[in-house]
């Protein structure tokens, strides 16, 4: 990594940013009026790689004013330094989920006008750890079931909106059948990949199904 880089770094740690040091208004900014400082934007283009991903991750999550500058950049739709904060985003609400509390249901409501299909697997990757609150669960639900149904989405995208769906089969028994009918038609003309993702979840449905009796 370069010299710079390495000694923003440097006085980032030492200068003690953290999250237990911001207040609670930080991560209530209104992206609308949130500039994203360079030297996270020169971060996030220097390269596309895990471990430059990695640090702007600990960056993200030690800062909520950064991780909301971050989801800025997302928002953006710029190629490719916001499907780069993307990425830093999910790998940064791996070890703390509760991080992207403030904008989940932002990005769930947006997921649908994102180009790329590397946003939406990123969002139902970060979703699928969170508790299913009221305020989104329907958005994601909807989201989740146009997903699977649409032909044109990657397997991976399909896989994690069918597994978020077979959860919340368990708490909304309404939706089972017509996740059990969307999942089957598409099985009909689907890859290998797809299919063996639809019969493990296909299979935990059932499961529950035979439990409710």
Known sequence: MPEAFVSNWSRYQTNGKSGNNSTSKNTNLSLKTIRSEPFLEELLLQEMSR???DLVAGIL????????????????QEEPIS???????????EK???LITPYIKLLIIKMPEFRHDA???HILRIAARLPFHDSYKGALLNVCFDIIADS??????????????????IEEPDI????????????EEATPGFRSQARKVLNKVKELDTNTL
């Open 176 to 187: 089972r059948h017509e996740l059990k009918e969307t999942i089957r038609y598409q099985m």
């Open 119 to 121: 946003f939406r697997r």
């Open 61 to 76: 999550s030690r800062d909520p004013e950064r991780l909301a500058q971050a989801i800025a950049i997302v928002m953006r």
């Open 83 to 93: 499907r780069r904060a993307m990425w830093a985003i999910d790998i940064a609400c």
């Open 96 to 98: 703390n989920p509760g």
């Open 152 to 169: 044109n989405k990657a397997i991976a995208v399909k896989a994690n909106a069918m597994q978020i769906l077979s959860r919340m089969a």
């Open 51 to 53: 471990a430059n991903t």
